[in-house]
């Protein structure tokens, strides 16, 4: 039972690259979510996924795409990375009703 | 949206006293109020939470208070040890409108031994 795992741990890319974060969840859980956390702040919601094929924005949306391919698995895409987006970015599950679990991030650096 | 502010943004408490931190939202329909601790390097990790419909909430040397008029809430540690030292959040949301979360700026902790 690993619970929320997320892939890679760590990223470089130089800007205009792209990639997609990896996170999945084996806790049968319905609403996913993602967030970044810049240094010495809190963190924002970027995307968020109720259930299965739904999917809305966050907070702070811009420059990022995601993609919730079944129950388990909610991918966010950058499709053309900036050093703005360097952060540490974290996937959460629900238990229903209200509790979020976090994974243990991915830490993104743009250079 | 929803505003979440946090205070203080540092505190440093001696091992064995109490500490408290203090929050402030914007949203009056917001119904939902975990609290977090993050370790250096780590995930955040759930400590506590409180709904609308509640106005105090313990779990041994943590509790948490919530006064929906003010609009604020607040974390209680006591008898705080070493371990306690960690980067604190707290965060608000309306459950009805997809329980998204927002946070507060976070509150670094030190307990000197």
């Known amino acids: 039972n690993a619970g929320v795992t997320q892939t890679p741990k760590f990223q470089v890319l130089k800007t205009g690259q792209s990639m997609t974060l990896q996170c999945a969840q084996d806790?049968?859980?319905?609403?996913m979510y993602w967030y970044r956390q810049d240094p010495g702040m809190g963190l924002r919601l970027i995307y968020y996924s109720a259930s299965e094929g739904t999917t809305d924005k966050g907070e702070v949306p811009n420059g990022y795409n995601v993609s919730r391919l079944n129950k388990r698995e909610f991918s966010l895409r950058l499709e053309s990375a900036a050093p703005s987006q360097t952060s540490v970015y974290f996937c959460a599950t629900q238990k229903e009703p209200y509790e979020q679990y976090f994974g243990p991030g991915t830490r993104l650096t743009v250079t | 949206g929803e505003n979440v502010e946090q205070h203080p943004s540092t505190l440093s408490v001696q091992e064995g006293d109490s500490a408290v931190i203090k929050c402030t939202y914007s949203?009056?329909?917001?119904?939902?109020f975990p609290w977090y601790k993050q370790e250096l390097g780590k995930r955040p990790q759930l400590i506590i939470d409180i709904r609308s419909n509640v106005g105090e909430k313990k779990d041994q040397r943590i509790a948490v208070t919530l006064n929906k008029t003010a609009k604020h809430f607040s974390l209680h540690i006591t008898e705080t040890q070493p371990e306690d030292s960690a980067v604190y959040f707290c965060?608000?949301?309306?459950?009805?409108?997809?329980?998204?979360?927002?946070f507060g700026g976070g509150t670094r902790v030190l307990v000197k031994p």
């Open positions: 965060a608000a949301s309306i459950e009805a409108a997809g329980n998204k979360l927002t």
């Open positions: 806790m049968n859980h319905n609403s």
């Open positions: 949203d009056s329909a917001s119904n939902y």
